[in-house]
């Protein structure tokens, strides 16, 4: 085993732990890990926060099932930054695929909504599908899809030449 993932099955027991202590002051509904699957109800306005704590140059995929429901997720670093938006499974049913590679040793919260537009509630599952050291193509997709997100947030605003630049460079990264 690689020493930094020996230290990692080391260091993430007890950091989940404490993750897990503080959850009730987060309004979290759970911490994803390679347990079961989880499935929840989610209504209009509604948002639902999972945590996932990853190792230093970590990857994970995680997949939300969308069973009745249009779900977007939003994952933000430890500090709260938004690192990545998914919506791209534009249906009532199907999944969306996240995939997130950490940097440094941390953790990262999901939060699932109904996606924009939804009206009508639903039911979605939730689980952590992969684990595993980030590879260099793993790091260029994610590295492309942050580019992306910012472009989506400053097109929002009216911020259309810089919006378009990140959009451009999210693509040749990719």
């Known amino acids: 085993m690689q020493r930094g993932l020996l230290l990692h099955h080391l260091i993430v027991p007890p950091l989940s732990a404490l993750i897990i202590s503080n959850a009730a002051g ?3 509904e759970g911490v994803l890990s390679s347990a079961e699957p989880i499935q929840r109800h ?11 704590v990853l190792g230093d140059g970590e990857f994970a995929s995680v997949v939300v099932e969308q069973r009745g429901i249009d779900v ?14 998914f919506q ?7 999944e969306e695929h996240i995939e997130i590679v950490a940097e440094r040793a941390g953790s990262f919260r999901l939060s699932i909504t109904p996606a924009e537009g939804t009206v009508d509630d639903g039911d979605y599952v939730v689980r952590l599908e992969t684990r595993r050291p980030a590879t260099v193509l793993d790091r260029r997709l994610q590295e492309s899809r942050v580019l992306r997100t910012r472009a989506r947030q400053l097109e929002r605003t009216g911020q259309y030449a810089a919006a378009r630049s990140l959009f451009e460079q999210a693509l040749a990264t990719a």
């Open 88 to 94: 791209d499974e534009i249906s009532r049913n199907g």
């Open 72 to 85: 977007g997720v939003a994952v933000r670093e430890g500090s709260n930054a938004l690192v990545e938006n």
């Open 26 to 28: 987060q309004d979290l």
């Open 42 to 52: 989610l209504a209009r306005g509604e948002e639902h926060r999972y945590l996932i």
